[in-house]
């Protein structure tokens, strides 16, 4: 059973920064893509970002490509997002997600001045 797990949410002004992390516990080894959605209430679920397990191939919605960087330590099996340069339209539910099947259970992000 997979187990996703994040952190690093919290109150930013804009500008600011944050690292979201992800920790995935159980039978990953055969789960080859993992990533982040976000959610705020009134707005549709987007995909934000995902990187592939085997190869490392990475994904950046428009909306964040330049100011996001997700990567991954693969001895921790953790994944992380750093986001850069925070813009209020950030503002969210961050969801950890494996192979579009598993979720961790959200880490808040808010970037207000």
């Known amino acids: 059973q997979v187990q996703l797990v994040e952190s690093g949410g919290g109150l930013v002004q804009p500008g600011g920064s944050l690292r979201l992390s992800c920790a995935a516990s159980?039978?990953?080894?055969?789960?080859?893509?993992i990533g982040w959605f976000r959610q705020d209430p009134g707005k549709e679920r987007e995909g934000v970002s995902c990187?592939?397990?085997?190869?490392?191939?990475?994904y950046y919605a428009p909306s964040v490509k330049g100011r996001f960087t997700i990567s991954r330590d693969n001895a921790k099996n953790t994944v992380y997002l750093q986001m850069n340069s925070l813009k209020p339209e950030d503002t969210a539910i961050y969801y950890c997600?494996?192979?579009?099947?598993?979720w961790g259970q959200g880490t808040q992000v808010t970037v207000s001045s």
């Open positions: 990187i592939t397990s085997s190869d490392g191939n990475t």
């Open positions: 997600n494996l192979d579009e099947r598993y």
């Open positions: 159980g039978s990953t080894l055969d789960r080859y893509v």
